[in-house]
């Protein structure tokens, strides 16, 4: 159990997302309420039974005026939710059990639970409502212990939140304008909290150790760019830090233009996007189109599958944003820590070795034909060239069912993820099917290294520099080459300036990342030419280790003839 009180040293580490930087208050996740002790209750039945009332009435008036806040969609789940706590039935059986003696906290725990095994026996609908059930429950019970409710914390001002870690729905939720950072103790910095930090530009350092031993309430400074918190700083410190935050927000923006390197090789800048919202950002900011689209990030709340029609609406609003532009989408990848409710249904021991990505997707063959459907319809509608791909393929027979399905309903450019090694080596028989490959080096890396990107612990082997990792890259990279099939990377590891160009000398013909690393990995991409890029390439190769690769390219860049032009 993380102590309140702060005994951290001076200074956190751990993987930093962005190179931002942000100065504010701790506030803490709460942990997740342990189940209340079923010992007998001392008071009256009358008394457990009004403060069971009024906790069940202050929920659920607290949820509502959360849904009047939030508006659209989350308002609609939050007035169900609230309705959850107003019902009758479950009323009467909270005063059964204060009848038998139990507390208010344990009745109201243990009627929940009931109505919760009962949903869940019904199935479909009515089950998948058993998460938003267990949610009411624990916050009417925490409203009785007068603890913080489980959930993202909304204090009345702007806090750095400090959490073991986020589920990515609790995330992509984050209101920008109170979170100025995110510090969590677990996650690597490919895990998708990590990446939807980056999307929505949220300075973050994720996998620092001793991140919940941060006490509530106290200062810290995050430094992303590098991977530091920095515990009760001084008045100096802070004064520095804020100076720092106005020259950057006073800088002016870097001019933008086409990727290229310095012979002017073309190399097309892409945005990961995770919904078409972020689209006039990503234009503003230069990107050339979209590399990977990650629809799963637009259904994370869903609880049944997304219908035709609403699924063609959202697409056509993204591929309406790049006119003449080539957009990549994904199809769904769920599973892992990414689950859709309709996607996801039974436990696995190893979800990241399961049915994740287009495995889940054969699994339940109509979401699949509902999801490319909605993409021709929204493709007919616009004038972007949209390019469709496949996530987690690790078969020449995978790629061959994709790509077929994907043309029988209708879509012209198909492609797959190269995110499982066995992909990666047999990428000629891959690239000889489909029409490009787009390669995931976060679960490249993850895979190849057998390291959980979700896990701190073995956050170390998740570096996208490791020459193994580069290895495959380059496999891919050759068989694109020799198909004249185009291969691009949409993993983290296209956001790391240096290794941008490195993968470009394996062969890499794009580079897709969050928008804001777009500026960094142009104007390093401008200083060499493709002779040198395959130099460092070789370079990379040539190492034992991530660290050793990073290094020796680093080296070698600073021997590299300056290019001046011609
Ligand atoms: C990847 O694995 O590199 C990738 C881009 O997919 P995701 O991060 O969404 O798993
Ligand atoms: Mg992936």
Redesign the pocket.
């Known amino acids: 159990m993380p102590s309140n009180s702060s005994t951290v040293t001076h200074t956190l580490s751990g993987a930093g997302i962005g190179r931002g930087l942000a100065v504010g208050r701790v506030v803490r996740m709460p942990e997740p309420l342990p189940e209340p002790a079923s010992t007998p209750s001392t008071l009256s039945v009358e008394a457990e039974l009004s403060r069971a009332s009024a906790a069940l009435a202050a929920t659920a008036a607290d949820i509502r005026e959360r849904g009047t806040r939030a508006g659209g969609t989350a308002h609609d789940v939050l007035e169900a939710q609230a309705f959850m706590a107003e019902d009758p039935t479950l009323a009467d059986d909270v005063e059964t059990r204060l009848q038998g003696g139990l507390t208010a906290e344990r009745a109201v725990f243990e009627a929940f639970a009931s109505f919760r095994d009962l949903l869940v026996s019904m199935g479909g609908y009515m089950g998948e409502r058993a998460t938003d059930l267990d949610d009411v429950s624990q916050r009417v019970v925490a409203h009785l212990q007068g603890v913080a409710a489980p959930g993202i914390p909304d204090p009345d001002y702007a806090f750095v939140l400090v959490a073991r870690d986020l589920a990515p729905a609790d995330t992509a939720l984050l209101d920008l304008d109170k979170v100025l950072a995110l510090v969590t103790s677990d996650g690597g910095p490919?895990s998708?909290t990590a990446?939807l930090a980056r999307d929505k530009a949220i300075v973050a350092v994720v996998g620092a150790p001793d991140a919940l031993r941060l006490a509530e309430g106290e200062t810290v400074i995050v430094d992303a760019a590098a991977g530091t918190v920095t515990v009760a700083p001084s008045t100096d410190e802070i004064a520095a830090a804020e100076a720092d935050l106005a020259e950057r927000r006073a800088r002016p923006v870097a001019a933008l233009g086409a990727g290229a390197l310095a012979d002017g090789t073309a190399v097309a800048l892409l945005a990961?996007l995770g919904s078409a919202d972020a689209a006039a950002d990503a234009v503003a900011k230069g990107a050339e189109g979209v590399g990977?689209f990650?629809t799963?990030f637009l259904f994370l709340d869903a609880q049944t599958a997304p219908t035709v029609e609403a699924q063609q609406e959202q697409y056509t609003r993204l591929l309406a944003a790049f006119p003449g532009r080539k957009v990549v989408v994904?199809a769904l990848?769920a599973g892992?820590d990414?689950p859709l409710s309709f996607l996801n249904d039974s436990p696995e021991e190893n979800p990241a070795l399961g049915l994740r990505g287009l495995r889940a997707l054969r699994a339940n063959e109509q979401i699949l034909r509902d999801q490319l459907t909605a993409l021709a319809g929204a493709d007919a509608a616009t004038d972007a060239d949209l390019w469709v791909m496949a996530?987690m393929v690790s078969t020449v027979e995978e790629t061959r069912y994709f790509t077929g399905l994907g043309r029988e309903l209708g879509l012209q450019t198909l492609g797959v993820?190269v995110?499982v090694p066995s992909a990666a080596l047999l990428a000629d028989r891959i690239l000889a099917d489909a029409d490009f490959a787009?390669?995931?080096?976060?679960?490249?890396?993850?895979y190849t290294l057998a390291a959980d990107r979700l896990l701190g612990s073995v956050a170390a082997f998740q570096d996208p520099w490791h020459p193994a990792v580069l290895r495959l890259v380059g496999e891919v990279g050759r068989a694109g080459a020799s198909l004249g099939k185009p291969v691009g990377v949409?993993?983290?590891?296209a956001a790391d300036p240096l290794l941008a160009v490195v993968l470009v000398g394996l062969g890499v013909t794009s580079l897709s990342m969050s928008p804001a690393a777009l500026a960094d990995v142009r104007s390093e991409l401008s200083l060499y030419t493709l002779a040198q890029a395959k130099e460092f390439a070789d370079v990379a190769l040539a190492a034992n280790s991530a660290f050793e690769a990073r290094a020796a390219v680093l080296e070698a860049t600073t021997h590299a003839t300056p290019i001046t032009g011609s």
Request: glycine content about 8%; charged content about 30%; hydrophobic content about 25%.
């Open positions: 490919t998708h990446i990961n990977l990650r799963e994904r990848d892992a990414k996530p993820m995110e787009s390669i995931g080096t976060n679960d490249l890396t993850q949409c993993g983290e590891a």
